[in-house]
Structures are given as C-alpha cells and as structure tokens.
C-alpha cells in the first residue's frame, strides 16, 4: 500500500517562504516521478512542479523562479520549497505520484499566505 503524507504548510505573511514535505511509504520513491498539485476551494486542482524519475524538474509558469521541487532519496520524501510567497498562492497542496498502474494521492496541507 502506497501512502504520501503532506506536511510544512501554514499561515504566512506575503514575501516569506515555506517548505513542503511529501513523505512516501510503501513506495520506492527515488524511481518515481512526483508532482505538486494545488487547489483553491470550488476550482481544479492545478499542477505547479514535477521531479522525474531522473530528477529532472519543471514548474508552472505561475511558481517558475519561486518555487523548487527536490528529492531525499534516503528520507523518501520530496520537497517544494516556496519562496516570495504571494496571497495568491493560498491553497491546499498535494502530492502525487504513479506507481502499480495508479495515482496515489496525499491528503494536502493548507498554506495561506495573508497579513
């Protein structure tokens, strides 16, 4: 059984910065590729980051220059490090990843950015 858990977000104010972790288990995460989705209550769910299977990254136009995916292979977890935070980017954040023929999901972690 496949389980990602999400951790690392919270209230804070425009400008700071956070880290999200994805914490895997019944995986072997260093072979998968992982993807940040985030999502505004009553809109899709939007992708914003993806590290491949060989550590390659891409990024939403929307994060491109402030946010940065990255991988412990030794911990199983991935990261998105988010920095200049906007209120805009006010969301519940999910990882996800492909493994035996399904996507697997986290459950999210808020991150509101206000004053």
């Known amino acids: 059984q496949v389980q990602l858990v999400e951790s690392g977000g919270g209230l804070v104010q425009p400008g700071e910065s956070l880290r999200l972790s994805c914490a895997a288990s019944g995986v072997i995460f260093s072979s998968s590729a992982v993807d940040w989705y985030r999502q505004i209550p009553g809109k899709q769910r939007d992708w914003i980051a993806t590290i491949t299977s060989g550590d390659n990254v891409l990024y939403a136009d929307s994060v491109k220059g402030r946010c940065t995916i990255s991988r412990d292979s030794t911990k199983k977890t991935v990261y998105l490090q988010m920095d200049s935070l906007k209120p805009e980017d006010t969301a519940v954040y999910y990882c996800?990843?492909?493994?035996?023929?399904?996507?697997?999901w986290g459950q999210g972690t808020q991150v509101t950015v206000s004053t």
């Open positions: 996800v990843t492909f493994v035996e023929d399904r996507y697997w």
